[in-house]
């Protein structure tokens, strides 16, 4: 067809010429004979275009269109020929030629009736011009329903929702009766803008109008339902749908793996196969390739690229990079690369979800020679690029390679754009870099909710809760509306803290501006409360959720009473927890066994250790192992705790050896002892709370030659103990205290009434008479 098609436009061109040179120099006498040669060359171009436009030739019937004769010797197209050019346009989505196209019949002598000026508006709609086709539309002197359905057809594929809505609301005005189209055009528009009332005001307005059967209208309400969290309406519409096609079972598939129903979404496509109604395209396996990943489901995912690779899809652009992305979530990195490899022409969008693939996992090298490969070939990376890269730094040893990164994103002008400079914020945070990170707050020029919230979140990360009031200060001064992600983190802050004041304030603010009722805001209430010691209101709200507990509300309170003290309700919570049915998680075995460890139930806590992870898949961590630890060294099972910490997953930390130290004072076991110091001190030679433990340990046992040799040690190495520290907060200033300290500039006066104090506590011991313990 290519070639016969190239033939007959060198011959329109050599006959138009020599038609001209005959017409300028050839007597009257051939006049007539012109004419008719004229109006056979006519008919033939006029049927060889619509003739490739008919067998899906659409580019051959443009370039035709295109190499016609200039205006001296015109070529007059027929209406028909216009109707299919402006089809072939409206498939090959291009605006340039719909344009064209316009300005040629504009300027020819043909006056355009109704049906033409429909398909020029269905052309402007699907090539991405709605603009161009509402000019149109308000200068045609005649309009049917089918103008109409054009223009509410291409304002809401071009995401212009609202003027759909409106238009549809036009041809109910003016009584004209809409039809399928219309409906499904105008529902699809419900989606785009996530109106749910509207969208069943429409599904009752289908019912009445006898539409609701037609397959159009309910493969649209499939997916409006779907997209606006109904998938149980949109399922019910499915069911309904007695002929369902491949639109039909794509939007019910599609709509239960973006909802996070992904074991529906993979029955359905099984469903599909099964049946053998339809063939399955790239947009069904898309969905089920994403359904799996999400579920990391590799073995149907294998087998549905067996599948795909046997419909000849898998050089397809959107379903190889599902397969690939799949294969990628589910670890499989080597495969990942080879679906993506197998890509016939991979856009952006492949090269972007290959690289967020790598990334999800921190495999920054990977990601990186990525990138680079995807420079060589000239794809201009975006912002979704920029930030996928960004998630694969997330430790110090990636810092520097994030930092270029940084650079490039600067160099480019990438840091104006808010998600990429949240993103660098994140990375900062994730590579233990909390200043770079302020700096890169300081630098951007405009801020979101998001970018405040990610600043709160590093401050936490890094154990600077104190920085997060500092910020939610210039937040109130900037009148930055504060979200629920806000409040959790100013009620975190609150409760490493133990600022009750602030923590009931924000509780106030909650109620105010009605976000208690949100989960998590209740939660980290609950934990604030259960933290700052008040566990009466902590489990006031806990009562308040009127059992729509999940396993974070039942967690804060368990973990609040065991810190406090109260082991025993802690413990029966617990038992509450289980018989509910919400499986605990690590949090909760770390209450579980603080709580035991308060009150010396060690055998029962190794049992709880010992149980976690076989019957609830709780991989123990340093939190659970140091709980352990501290509970049998507080029973003088020393011995038994030094033979945890050479059997547990994890290198002992410091805080292991100091827990450690101190039993040993307490129980007096010199020869373990010394063990456990030498281990810190090989951590941290300057320690001073190790040699001050263990000087009083040979203090305590009469070794009093240890004891004056390791005084020499700490006075050569210079080893001096850190005084503690204390902190009070008053009218909203903290006040920080040393012993012995008189920095303060109010020192003077805290010195004398400590002293009044002091001699007033004399004064009530000595009129209270003798105490049992001086009889």
């Not at 890269?389 to 994030?402: E, I, N, V």
Request: hydrophobic share 40%; net charge negative.
């Amino acid at each position: 067809m290519t070639s016969r098609f190239k033939h007959f436009q060198r011959c329109v061109s050599t006959s138009a010429a020599s038609a001209f040179s005959s017409a300028f120099f050839a007597p009257p006498l051939f006049t007539e004979t012109l004419k008719n040669h004229r109006h056979h060359h006519q008919q033939q171009v006029n049927d060889l275009i619509s003739s490739l436009c008919k067998c899906k030739c659409f580019r051959d019937a443009l370039d035709t269109f295109h190499s016609l004769p200039p205006h001296l010797f015109p070529i007059h197209l027929f209406p028909s020929t216009y109707a299919h050019l402006f089809l072939a346009c409206s498939h090959l989505r291009s605006l340039r030629d719909v344009r064209i196209l316009h300005r040629h019949l504009a300027a020819s002598c043909l006056q355009p009736d109704v049906v033409l000026h429909n398909h020029i508006l269905s052309a402007y709609g699907k090539c991405g011009s709605p603009d161009d086709a509402r000019r149109l539309f308000d200068a045609m002197p005649h309009r049917n329903l089918v103008s109409w359905t054009s223009m509410i057809s291409g304002f809401s594929q071009n995401g212009r929702n609202l003027e759909a809505v409106e238009l549809y609301l036009g041809i109910l005005r003016l009584g004209m009766h809409p039809d399928q189209f219309a409906l499904g055009s105008v529902i699809r528009a419900c989606s785009g803008l996530a109106n749910l009332e509207l969208g069943k005001q429409l599904h009752c307005h289908a019912l009445k109008s006898e539409c609701a059967g037609d397959r159009i209208v309910q493969n649209a309400l499939v997916t409006m339902y779907s997209k606006l969290d109904r998938i149980d309406a949109a399922a019910a519409v499915f069911e309904t749908i007695a002929e369902k096609d491949a639109i039909s079972w794509g939007s019910i598939i599609t709509g239960f793996s973006q909802q996070g129903y992904e074991l529906e979404a993979l029955h359905h496509f099984k469903e599909m196969i099964g049946l053998g109604v339809h063939c399955p395209n790239e947009f069904h396996f898309g969905s089920a390739f994403s359904a799996c990943g999400s579920v990391g489901n590799l073995e149907y995912g294998e087998q549905m690229h067996g599948l795909c690779a046997k419909f000849g899809l898998t050089r397809n652009e959107f379903a190889g990079c599902s397969l690939s992305d799949m294969y990628a979530r589910c670890g499989m990195l080597d495969c990942a690369k080879k679906a993506f490899k197998e890509i016939e022409m991979p856009d952006l969008v492949s090269w972007n979800s290959i690289l967020s693939g790598f990334s999800s996992l921190g495999l920054y090298n990977e990601a990186m020679q990525l990138f680079i490969e995807m420079r060589n070939l000239a794809i201009q990376p975006d912002d979704i690029t920029i930030r996928s890269l960004l998630c694969a730094f997330t430790g110090y040893d990636s810092l520097q390679m994030g930092e270029l990164v940084h650079s490039y994103a600067v160099k480019m002008g990438w840091v104006a754009n808010i998600a990429v400079s949240n993103s660098l914020l994140m990375m900062y945070a994730k590579c233990s870099e909390l200043p770079t990170a302020f700096n890169v707050f300081e630098e951007m020029k405009d801020r979101d909710l998001v970018s405040w919230n990610t600043i709160l979140s590093a401050c936490l990360q890094h154990q600077q809760p104190e920085e997060v009031f500092s910020f939610i200060n210039l937040m109130q001064n900037g009148y930055v509306k504060f979200d629920q992600i806000t409040l959790s983190a100013i009620l975190n802050a609150c409760a490493d803290l133990a600022y009750l004041e602030m923590g009931s304030q924000v509780h106030a603010y909650a109620l105010k501006v009605g976000l208690e009722a949100d989960i998590m805001v209740h939660n980290a209430l609950i934990d604030t409360y259960a933290k700052c010691g008040s566990l009466e209101d902590a489990r006031k709200l806990f009562e308040l959720m009127d059992n729509n507990y999940d396993v974070f509300s039942w967690s804060s309170l368990i973990l609040g009473y065991a810190q406090s003290g109260h082991a025993k309700e802690s413990l029966e919570l617990f038992m509450c927890m289980q018989d509910s049915g919400i499986k605990p998680n690590h949090v909760t075995y770390v209450g579980v066994l603080t709580a035991c460890r308060h009150v010396g139930l060690v055998d029962q806590g190794l049992h709880y250790y010992n149980v976690m992870e076989a019957e609830h898949g709780i991989v123990p961590t340093r939190e659970h192992c140091s709980c352990v630890i501290d509970m049998l060294a507080r029973a003088g099972r020393l011995t038994e705790a030094e033979e945890f910490i050479n059997q547990m997953p994890y290198e002992p930390d410091i805080v292991m050896w100091k827990t450690m130290l101190a039993a040993c004072r307490m129980h007096n076991n010199v020869e373990i002892g010394r063990k456990i110091a030498e281990n810190i001190l090989k951590i941290d030679p300057q320690n001073s709370g190790a040699y001050v433990l263990l000087c009083n340990i040979y203090a305590s046992s009469g070794h009093w030659d240890d004891f004056a040799r390791l005084r020499r040690i700490m006075k050569s190495n210079s080893v001096k103990k850190s005084p503690g520290r204390s902190w009070i907060k008053v009218k909203g200033d903290v006040h920080v205290f040393i012993a012995e300290d008189r920095s303060h500039p109010e020192s003077k006066g805290i010195f004398e009434t400590l002293e009044l104090l002091g001699l007033e506590m004399i004064n009530a011991r000595n009129d209270a008479g003798p105490s049992l313990l001086n009889e």
